[in-house]
């Protein structure tokens, strides 16, 4: 059974990934971008999911939800090429700047991780 730490102890990063999750969100209406639909209905569903995992990551801290972040992230950097952001250059160059921040900022969590399990393994 895996043992969940104390509120306390969580990584700073989750609490960056739910301020970041709030500008993605906000982002249609910060940047003014909101009469182009994919941009802002993208903005609106992947601000709203790294809102939700930052929140169960601060609650209760699993792995699976830093690899979704990524996913996440590498999305949103994608995502000014697979939608159509040619209405809303503001949106184009602010999701890549932020999925590429979620992305880092997951990876490093996933990284100080793997560094704390080394630090708990006993020696051989």
Same mark, same amino acid.
């Given at each position: 059974m895996a043992?969940?730490?104390p509120f306390i102890y969580r990584h700073w990063q989750d609490w960056a990934d739910l301020m970041l999750g709030m500008l993605i969100l906000l982002s249609p209406w910060l940047l003014s971008f909101t009469e182009a639909q994919a941009p802002t209905v993208n903005a609106i569903?992947?601000?709203? #999911? %790294? %809102?939700? #995992?930052s929140v169960l990551a601060i609650r209760h801290l699993e792995a699976w939800e830093e690899w979704v972040q990524i996913a996440l992230g590498v999305w949103l950097i994608l995502s000014p090429w697979l939608l159509d952001y040619s209405a809303a250059n503001g949106a184009r160059s602010s999701h890549v700047a932020l999925g590429l #921040? %979620?992305? #880092?900022?997951?990876?490093?969590e996933l990284w100080e991780e793997g560094q704390e399990r080394e630090r708990e393994r006993p020696p051989p």
């Open positions: 043992v969940v730490k569903v992947v601000g709203g #999911l %790294i %809102i939700a #995992l #921040l %979620i992305t #880092l900022l997951a990876a490093s």
